[in-house]
């Protein structure tokens, strides 16, 4: 299994930019999927997730209304649209594969992509 995160970059106050994330080696739609980030010196930490059937999504306080999650399943990818980007968003964002249709635990996780965010 292999999970490619992609799409990271430095980018200014208020910018926009989308991640994108491809998985392999699994039957993607019997998984939820979600985004962790992890920033220097910090404990990773939850941005929210996206359930099997794009049914659903949930998001940490700290993103809400600002980022959105989306994926299809036909081409094995999942996407984080990040808009209105703060400088406290600056980190290591990662995607994972949550097993049993979303309601177990995160069991693949991919490699990171970094965002900086400058003010």
């Known amino acids: 299994v292999q999970l490619v995160e992609s799409g990271g970059g430095v980018v200014q106050d208020g910018d926009s930019l989308r991640l994108s994330c491809v998985a392999s080696?699994?039957?993607?739609?019997?998984?939820?999927m979600g985004w962790f980030r992890q920033a220097p010196g910090k404990e990773r930490e939850f941005v929210g997730r996206?359930?099997?059937?794009?049914?659903?999504?949930k998001y940490a306080d700290s993103v809400k209304g600002r980022f959105t999650i989306s994926r299809d399943n036909a081409k094995n990818m999942v996407y984080l649209q990040m808009n209105s980007l703060k400088p406290e968003d600056t980190a290591v964002y990662y995607c994972?594969?949550?097993?049993?249709?979303?309601?177990?635990?995160?069991?693949?996780w991919g490699q990171g992509t970094q965002v900086t965010v400058s003010s």
């Open positions: 994972a594969a949550q097993k049993d249709y979303g309601l177990g635990e995160y069991v693949y």
């Open positions: 080696g699994l039957t993607f739609s019997r998984y939820g």
């Open positions: 996206i359930s099997w059937s794009d049914s659903s999504t």
